[in-house]
């Protein structure tokens, strides 16, 4: 069994991993109860010996709710109102992975930056992967997206954008994102682009279930013709599917 002593420096493991999270701890209630803990990771056994009491369904289900709705760290109060628990909770960053050094990167880049995105850009061909076109990104990869994205992660929080043009970088991606707990997989690319991609990604394994998460074309109709108004409407929509809002309509591109 985990002592209750062990359980802070765990909750510390998680959140150097970056990896959703909530410490439950007894503030009010039984005398003996006080500072009673629980752990209870978003993916992974929840710990403790305050899931030994008659509210730990409850207590796991606000535990994983608080995560789901990204709140800050609160308190709930169990056993009619008669204890008092407080749940503080860790999300992992936003992250946002871009594949193929192009030009609107950097405006997506630009604008995910202020909405609290770690940034990737990953491209394995160096003579466009450079600080100095993109000195804004947090992380330059120069490798091929089969190399980078298991390296760098794809969990629950990660959007992936693919806008290379080219299937030797962006099919490898798409088929790592789509199986992943990514929330947001989006590639650029007219319909006849992506109805090629489809039967490409279909003969290589993908199933229709994997295909139906893909946002293609990419971006919400706001009439964007620019670069700039492209990476905006590719980031309205990221940002709309994460706070699970209902998304407009999308229009054929042809870039």
């Given at each position: 069994m985990v002592s209750e002593t062990s359980l802070f420096p765990l909750?510390?493991?998680y959140i150097n991993k970056d990896e959703g999270v909530a410490l439950a701890v007894l503030v009010r209630g039984p005398e003996d109860l006080l500072g009673a803990k629980a752990l209870i990771p978003e993916k992974g056994d929840a710990l403790g010996s305050l899931l030994e009491q008659p509210w730990r369904d409850q207590l796991l289900e606000d535990a994983y709710q608080l995560m789901q709705k990204r709140a800050d760290s609160t308190t709930r109060r169990y056993q009619n109102g008669e204890v008092e628990i407080f749940f503080d909770i860790h999300r992992p960053l936003p992250r946002l992975i871009i594949v193929g050094a192009v030009h609107i990167a950097d405006s997506i880049i630009r604008y995910a930056k202020p909405l609290g995105f770690r940034t990737y850009l990953v491209d394995p061909r160096t003579a466009f992967?450079?600080?100095?076109r993109f000195p804004h990104v947090d992380e330059m990869r120069a490798q091929w997206p089969d190399e980078a994205l298991p390296d760098i992660g794809l969990n629950s929080e990660a959007a992936v954008v693919v806008i290379?043009?080219?299937?030797?970088?962006d099919d490898p991606a798409l088929k790592i994102a789509l199986a992943s707990p990514a929330f947001y997989v989006g590639a650029l690319g007219s319909p006849?682009?992506?109805a090629q991609r489809v039967e490409r990604l279909l003969a290589e394994g993908?199933?229709?279930e994997q295909l139906n998460r893909l946002h293609a074309p990419i971006g919400l109709n706001i009439g964007g013709r620019t670069?700039?108004?492209i990476a905006l409407s590719i980031m309205a929509e990221i940002i709309a599917t994460r706070n699970k809002a209902p998304l407009a309509n999308r229009v054929p591109q042809n870039h």
């Open positions: 909750f510390k493991d992967a450079t600080t100095e290379t043009h080219d299937p030797k970088l006849k682009t992506h993908l199933s229709q670069p700039a108004e």
